[in-house]
């Protein structure tokens, strides 16, 4: 009997070993995922396993936006506000480490979880200023005194029921500049559109998919009241995109890419009394942006 389970597990062992050899003078050809570009070349090596890190800077532009305001005395909803995004002058300042974060920037990581797909986390910090002055529909009431304690209203005071309001620095400043936090958790799909026989250089499309949260840091005044309020989880988002990836090396690319996206936000932080007064709105984007990456 004993004999019998040792011959087993020889047998067990040799198989295993056999399954493990490749023939001499041939190489174990790497799993590619397959791209939509019919590119002649192929890379002769699988990115499955790989990590990437990218940082850069974006633009945004917004579409009109309804924004509710709510609390004692008042609920009222300005309509199609138009509203853009604050640039930082392009100096040297980007490249000083405490000064990074003030423009609008984008951080990726992530994972190949297949040659061709990979998961990420991101944060793209995009900045959202409401244009003041300007002329728009408005709904609801507002007292003559709100919140609490009650700041007056002035000539704002009335019930309105669609009449063109023109609001001014003395009504609301409106803006998430530090900023529109979207942390999100992203799919993406990469096609090989070129790749060179050298196999050194490529040019990859991405696309994608995320969700997550939108963690803004609103300044806010509404009649004069107000403040640069903390960070708080206002709401949600989704988003797609596509975009182009040039690798100078295996490792170092150069990444421009659009990104659509809607964000939902259902508790703004407005005065600073947060407990009475509050804001929420929903936001459709268009982001572009320009990364550095490397991938390891």
Known sequence: MKKQYLLFFLLIFSRKLNAQQIPAGQEETPKIGKSIFSNEVKRNF??????????????????????????????????????????????????????????????HFGYFIKDNYSISIGWDHMKYVMDIPQTVKI??????????????????????????????PDMLRFEHTDGLNYASVEIERHDDIWVPRSQQTSLTMETGIGVGAVIPRSEVYLFNVGENNYWNLAGYGVSAKLGFKFYVTKGLYLQNSNKVGWINLTRIHTTGRNEYDSASQKITYLENYLVLGYQF
């Open 46 to 107: 699988s990115r499955k396993g790989n990590f990437f890190v990218h940082w850069g800077y974006n633009h945004s532009w917004y579409n009109k936006s309804d924004i509710n305001f709510k609390g004692p005395g008042y609920n009222f909803t300005l309509r199609d506000v138009v509203a853009h995004d604050r640039q930082t002058e392009l100096t040297w300042k980007y490249l000083k480490p405490s000064e990074l974060t003030i423009p609008q920037f984008n951080f």
């Open 139 to 168: 709904d609801g009431y507002i007292d003559p005194t709100v919140s609490n304690p009650g700041i007056p209203t002035g000539p704002y005071a009335g019930k309105y029921n669609g009449q063109m309001l023109t609001v001014n």
